[in-house]
Nanobody, 117 residues
Framework: QLVESGGGLVQAGGSLRLSCAAS????????MGWFRQAPGKEREFVAA????????YYADPVKGRFTISRDNAKNTVYLRMNSLKPEDTAVYYC????????????WGQGTQVTVSS
């Protein structure tokens, strides 16, 4: 089970840190990712991190503003979001997949992020 937290309402230019806590199994060997879905739009990839944190990947719209990290001892992954823009408004989802497959297998319920202009 993946549970996101940390969403909320923030003004443009502000920051938030999302957390995703895993329970029920250890995800230390899993690739962890963040996705988002804005109203009326398809879900899109935001960021991902390898099982040991050695590699990170970002979608172009968030490069340089968002940072993904993980603490395997706490079974938690984070998404630090800086310089937020109104277009970052979306429901943010945490997801996990085995490093041996391409599709994400486990998903959280999502947390709302709203950026006001």
């Amino acid at each position: 089970q993946l549970v996101e937290s940390g969403g909320g309402l923030v003004q443009a230019g502000g920051s938030l840190r999302l957390s995703c806590a895993a329970s029920g199994r250890t995800f230390s060997r899993y690739v962890m990712g963040w996705f988002r879905q804005a109203p009326g739009k398809e879900r899109e990839f935001v960021a991902a991190i390898s099982w040991n944190g050695g590699s990170t990947y970002y979608a172009d719209p968030v490069k340089g503003r968002f940072t993904i990290s993980r603490d395997n001892a706490k079974n938690t992954v984070y998404l630090r979001m800086n310089s937020l823009k109104p277009e970052d408004t979306a429901v943010y989802y945490c997801a996990a997949r085995s490093q041996y497959v391409n599709d994400y297998e486990y998903w959280g319920q999502g947390t709302q992020v709203t950026v006001s202009s």
